[in-house]
């Protein structure tokens, strides 16, 4: 019966004449063992060592629910009145011992007790619940006792201890074997050719008992210890065997024996002192169930190991094979049947070599090189065809123990991978073809995980850094391109790894010329989208196109005439030197020129006259200034002149003259000789109070054209 049967029939009870019957069957055993223990009392003539109807009414109301309170009630009352006493003490004393019981019974529901003892928990549960069921039962007992004078008030500690002791150790005794007792447990008990050894090592326990306490036969005193003693080995070995009902039910029969023979004067307690005879037998009885109760919590122990190494090896996704030391298969898993296709009917002994379609024989032959020690297979992967010509690839593995009978068993564990190898294969071929495609790219193609080691690189890198890539692979960036171009990297290394693409160029000028690279670095995510695994780097040499922007820049800043610089070169130099200027001591000068009687020469001479003239023009101011002056030719005939650290005005002025006096002599053109001039207007400025670019043209230009009104040839720096 399982617990919620238990429960159910607790709750609901049995109808009609089956509840009469069980009333009846309590009543009866209750008194009768009642009457047994009060034959052998150790204070007064209430109080024993020995009270098996604990245990009886503890299972009664487990099994068969509170309604059996009235066998108990009725029994107990029975039982003390006939011991003599006034009829409210019987009755005091009977109530006690059916609410105890009740009470025990009452723990066990609540703490989720399991009748048949399979885990460990439940023996303690067990116990728990009789020493405190108990201690109601022997208070309110001692207490009837002192309050009819049946005890005296002396005794009450003796007797309190005493009746506890006696009811927890008739819990102990009695409660057990009716609690776990059931059909399965018979079956298991007693079914088969184990079952019979098992019932005759019980009539064995029973045969001892009878012998060392009967009146009718009288052993040999050489045999009066060995015939108490073997019943605990006999006993240890049923629990080992059969389990906690088979062990308590002889620790039953046998206490049972004990407890008579002793109280008709019968073995090797029944002694001149009472007392120390009762101490006797009780120490007898408790070293036999305590001895019972201790295999049987180390049994259940074992077979909930068993039960859940049964439930891994059948619900296990490894397929598992257990081979006998001769080859033979002992049992195998559900998973071992469908990775195999092993046919259901296929039965345990078989050898393993007979499978069939080569399944055995690979198998086989695969534990003989990897399974002949109790380690790692060092091959652990094994392609097979299965029973039904299916070929599968499976990881193996093998544990080799030593079972109860001490013979070396092999576990063959099995894991299909055949997916996982084909992942794996089309994995390396992916990667293979990826490698390929990265090693004839231009660029430097590397992936670099978080701690900035690099864990991939195309074969630029060889060619880039004359290194083979085994010998980089596992480096950090540092050690691979090297402290200085670590450092110009390292905060765009921290921005990645923060999860931010960046793209920066790294310059360097060498003997060897100018060099430029774009570097890109692009983050990689974890699932979640937000963790930094590492990055991929993409490095290209850009040194061709940072030249050609520089030229185009050059170009786009230039005059194409002249060669010097435009407009906006023009500007862009003047803003710099503004810039400058509040920075550096002294001053500078800017000088705006043109070109006196231009027009004329265009005229009568034409436009190519004009550009040698402009070309002239230009060659001459270049070598009239110093080389670090800034000339420009804005447009037209219009020339801008840039003269930085100046000591004074006045060093601005000499310039300016020195200019008008160069431009004094005739250009020759081709065949003929031209005579100009140039008017120059000048602008200084110098000190820390800054100075707009347009404000400083406006009185460059203004002087100009007063140089012009003034008659041409000539400057204006004031």
């Known amino acids: 019966m399982d617990v919620t049967a238990q429960r159910h029939h607790a709750f609901s009870g049995p109808p009609g ?130 309050e009819s004078g049946l005890l005296a008030p002396g005794q009450w500690l003796s007797a309190w201890t005493t009746w506890w002791t006696g009811d927890a150790v008739g819990a102990l005794l009695g409660g057990i074997p009716l609690i776990t007792l059931s059909v399965s447990a018979l079956r298991q008990g007693f079914g088969g050719r184990r079952g019979a050894l098992n019932l005759l090592l019980l009539g064995v326990v029973l045969g001892c ?63 001149q002192d009472a007392h120390l005879g009762l101490l006797a037998l009780w120490s007898y009885i408790t070293a036999q169930a305590c001895t019972s109760v201790l295999i049987c919590g180390l049994v259940a122990e074992l077979l909930a190991s068993r039960r859940q190494q049964q439930a891994l090896f059948q619900h296990a996704q490894q397929g598992i094979l257990l081979v006998e030391p001769d080859g033979r298969l002992s049992a195998f898993n559900p998973a071992a049947v469908r990775l195999l296709d092993l046919d259901a009917g296929l039965h345990a002994g078989r050898p393993l070599a007979e499978l069939p379609a080569g399944t055995g024989p690979q198998l086989q032959a695969w534990l003989q090189v990897n399974g002949a020690l109790p380690q790692v297979s060092q091959q652990p992967y094994l392609s097979i065809v299965t029973c039904l010509g299916r070929r599968v690839e499976l990881e193996a593995q093998t544990a080799r123990y030593r079972d109860a009978r001490g013979r070396w068993q092999t576990q063959l564990m099995l894991r299909d991978v055949t997916e996982r190898r ?114 991929v780097t993409m490095v290209v040499d850009n040194t061709a196109q940072k030249l050609e922007e520089r030229r185009l820049i050059e170009l786009s800043l230039s005059d194409p005439l002249t060669g010097l610089l435009n407009r906006a070169g023009f500007d862009q130099r003047l803003q710099e030197a503004l810039e400058r200027s509040g920075a550096r001591p002294g001053c500078m000068a800017l000088l705006l020129l043109d070109i006196d009687g231009f027009k004329g020469v265009n005229d009568r001479l034409g436009h190519p006259a004009g550009d040698l003239l402009l070309r002239g023009f230009a060659g001459r101011l270049a070598r009239t200034l110093r080389s670090a002056d800034v000339i420009a030719r804005p447009g037209g005939d219009e020339f801008a002149v840039i003269v930085e ?14 200019l008008v006096e160069a431009m004094r002599a005739p250009f020759v053109l081709e065949t003929h000789a031209v005579c100009i001039s140039t008017s120059i207007g000048v602008a200084v400025h110098g000190g820390a109070v800054p100075v707009q670019a347009a404000e400083l043209l406006k009185r460059a230009d203004q002087r100009l054209y007063a140089a012009k009104a003034a008659g041409r040839d000539r400057y204006v720096a004031h």
């Not at 099994?63 to 006493?85: I, P, Q, T, Y």
């Not at 009740?102 to 728990?128: C, M, P």
């Not at 601005?652 to 020195?658: L, M, Q, T, V, Y």
């Open 17 to 146: 004449l089956l509840l009469l019957a069980r009333l009846c069957c309590v009543a009866l055993g209750y008194y009768l063992t009642a009457r047994m223990g009060l034959l052998i009392p150790y204070v007064g003539t209430h109080v024993s060592l020995f009270w098996l109807p604990t245990g009886l009414a503890v299972a009664a109301y487990y099994r068969w629910g509170d309604r059996m309170a009235l066998a108990v009630l009725g029994a107990a009352f029975l039982a003390n009145l006939e011991l003599g006493g006034p009829l409210w003490a019987a009755a005091g004393i009977a109530l006690g011992n059916a609410v105890g019981p009740w009470l025990s019974k009452q723990v066990l529901l609540r703490l989720d007790f399991d009748a048949t003892l399979g885990r460990r928990r439940d023996l303690g549960v067990y116990l728990l619940a009789v020493a405190l069921g108990m201690l109601v039962s022997a208070s309110n007992g001692t207490l009837c006792l002192l």
């Open 645 to 658: 650290g100046l000591p004074d005005e006045p060093t601005a002025a000499r310039i300016a003259g020195n």
């Open 209 to 271: 008992g009878l012998l060392s306490f009967t009146p009718w036969v009288t052993p040999h005193p050489g045999l009066a210890f060995p015939l108490l003693a073997l019943p605990l080995f006999l006993m240890a070995l049923l629990a080992l065997r059969a389990g906690v009902m088979v062990a308590s039910l002889a620790v039953l029969l046998l206490s049972g024996t004990a407890a008579w023979g002793t109280a008709n004067g019968a073995g090797p307690f029944a002694s």
């Open 422 to 535: 084909q992942a794996e294969e089309a994995l390396r071929q992916s990667e293979q073809r990826m490698r390929s495609i990265a090693d004839r790219l231009p660029m430097r193609v590397g992936y670099v995980d978080r701690e900035q080691h690099f864990r991939f690189m195309n074969l630029a890198f060889e060619r880039d850094f004359g290194r083979p890539r085994s010998a980089m692979l596992g480096c950090t960036i540092q050690e691979v391109i090297g402290p200085a171009a670590h450092a110009q990297a390292a905060s765009s290394i921290e921005r990645v790894l923060a999860g931010e693409t960046v793209t920066l160029d790294a310059e360097k000028t060498t003997q060897e010329g100018y060099q430029c690279e774009r570097l890109t670095f692009v983050p990689q995510f974890a699932e979640d989208g937000r963790t930094v695994l590492g990055f």
